[in-house]
């Protein structure tokens, strides 16, 4: 299982199924032969020496050469670094002499799926100037501590609405209401008073939430909040 969760990360940086597989045989054995690499993963041999050859291309693995051809796995950490180095590069490129977007979007827009709805998450995390207002459990904001934590070190203002004090951000400067409950899955998240996301994100692949900068619909979910918190304030239960 845990193996199967390896090469399907490792596939996330660019490697086929059968990539993954020949860089962890030779990961888990130090220099390898195609035939042995090919004797130890059951791929035939013609297709073990084209896939050695695609990573070493790809810069997962070395060739020694010697009276047998031998190949020597780049440590899995180097290999992930370069990778993402060489997409920053490319985001680089792409942002500089890319097309801009035409339109800054704020009608109502739906966000599905868990990764979708979490990137959003990041992008709007990423981009804030000024404060965050953050409704959620505890260990959904737990998973975003790290996040929480750049905003800080920014001096963003983060205000947090939840079931139970993070211990996570116990260290943080951070404004914090203990709400008596928050639904679990549902998320409400305010940007600058500007941008709001708002709905359920749930496991796996499960997310539906609507993203949204009219200022109007913005207003609105600003004084449902702030009236939240009031009434947590006048039942004592702010922290």
Known sequence: ????????????????????????????????????????TSISRSNVYSTLS?????GAAYLIEGSTSKYLAVP?????????RKLELEKKYLAE???KPSTVVEGYVTVEGHRHVMNKIYHMLEGAMYRV????????????????????KRDIKVVLITDEAPEKL??????????????????RLIVDSTHVLTGEIGPKEQGNCLYCGQENFVNVFKEAMRNEILLIELKGQNS
């Not at 390896?6 to 597989?21: K, N, P, T, V, Y």
């Not at 695609?54 to 790809?58: K, R």
């Not at 899995?76 to 993402?84: A, P, Q």
């Not at 207002?133 to 800080?152: G, N, P, R």
């Open 1 to 40: 299982m845990e193996e199967t969760a390896i090469i399907e990360r490792l596939m996330h940086f660019g490697l086929s199924r059968q990539d993954a597989i020949v860089y962890l045989c030779l990961l888990k054995n130090g220099e390898l032969s195609g035939y042995e690499v090919a004797k130890l």
């Open 54 to 58: 695609g990573l070493v291309e790809h």
């Open 76 to 84: 899995m950490e180097d290999f992930c670094e370069d990778h993402i």
């Open 97 to 99: 002499h890319g097309p």
């Open 133 to 152: 207002y953050l409704s959620a459990t505890k260990a959904f904001v737990e998973s975003l501590s790290q996040e929480i934590e750049k905003l800080i």
């Open 170 to 187: 116990k260290q943080q400067e951070l404004i914090l209401y203990i709400a008596q409950e928050c639904k679990a899955n549902q998320i």
